[in-house]
């Protein structure tokens, strides 16, 4: 599955999904917020990503490495954010 989470029935799957959206969408500008979004819940592969952007699978991994550096200090500078996602 693209998201993976903690709780076992499909309710706590959907919410904890929603959260991680919301929280996405404060933290990530238009381009990583697509870059994201083809990667984790269409599942399409760097490379693939790429060639509908119009740049390199390289360039992909690149923003991957920097969105999840972003996330990792936004939530390290905001912890009740993590408070508030595991409910």
Do not use: N
């Amino acid at each position: 599955a693209p998201i993976h989470y903690i709780g076992h029935d499909v309710q706590t799957h959907i919410v904890e999904q929603q959260d991680l959206h919301r929280w996405i969408c404060k933290c990530l500008d238009k381009r990583d917020k697509i870059i994201l979004t083809l990667y984790y819940y269409e599942s399409l592969s760097m490379r693939e990503i790429g060639q509908s952007l119009g740049c390199s699978e390289s360039r992909v991994s690149q923003r991957l490495q920097h969105i999840y550096k972003s996330l990792r200090f936004w939530f390290a500078e905001h912890p009740e954010e993590l408070s508030l996602m595991a409910g």
